[in-house]
């Protein structure tokens, strides 16, 4: 099992729809949670973190599940320049190792 | 404000010749991370300096990579000798608090 999972996609939305992603992680001791964002031939960059309580910014929702030791994503009234892979990133051993998942592909289309 | 700076940003090479990669993290970051990405593998750590000292390089995938970090604002990744299989992007990644801070990558093509 991958230390931190996701479905790779690609998920196809037309635009304006409500999607969500999930990522799962192996260590329950894991303290810190992030979604990066990486545009086809570019660099991740940082998205949002990933807080306790949840949180949103503008239409990006965040959220973590240390029960069932998932973090999701969800973006609402989704653009095409929302097109991306989205990475889950997890610092599994509570230090400076940050482990990122495969990625999660998003294609809206008109 | 100057972001990670890498060079070559894309190189074409003969399989068996050595290839070196360079880094300048962002100013002030104590922590710098070499990534490697492909198709099929995604983004794998390769090795992380912490002040300029090695503290993981578990990732690095045999002898013929190596990396250093001379000073706080340098470091390189070599590969020697080069194999075709080595073809990935290398992102190199600065670290301010919790967020890492990626350079543009360099792209590596062994032929």
């Known amino acids: 099992r991958k230390e931190v999972e996701q479905d790779p996609g690609p998920f196809n939305v037309p635009e304006g729809a409500t999607v969500a992603f999930n990522c799962t992680y192996s260590n329950s001791a894991s303290q810190s949670f992030f979604w990066y964002r990486q545009d086809c031939r570019k660099e991740p960059k940082l998205l949002m973190s990933v807080y306790s309580s949840g949180n949103e910014d503008g239409r990006f929702t965040a959220q973590l599940n240390r029960a069932s030791q998932y973090i999701s994503l969800l973006i609402r009234d989704s653009k095409l320049s929302d097109s991306a892979t989205y990475l889950c990133?997890?610092?599994?051993?509570?230090?400076?190792?940050?482990?990122f998942g495969g990625g999660t592909r998003l294609m809206v289309k008109p | 404000d100057a972001g990670v700076i890498q060079s070559p940003r894309h190189e074409v090479t003969e399989m068996g010749q050595e290839v070196t990669l360079r880094c300048k993290p962002i100013s002030g970051h104590n922590s710098l991370f070499w990534y490697r990405q492909t198709m099929m593998r995604g983004l794998e750590l390769l090795i992380y300096f912490n002040n300029n000292v090695p503290i993981d390089d578990s990732g690095m995938p045999e002898d013929r990579f190596s990396a250093k970090m001379p000073n706080a604002s340098f470091s390189t990744l070599k590969i020697q000798p080069s194999e075709p299989r080595d073809s990935a992007v290398y992102f190199c990644a600065s670290r301010a608090g919790n967020t890492i801070y990626f350079g543009e990558g360099s792209w590596l093509t062994v032929v």
């Open positions: 990133v997890v610092d599994l051993n509570a230090g400076n190792m940050l482990t």
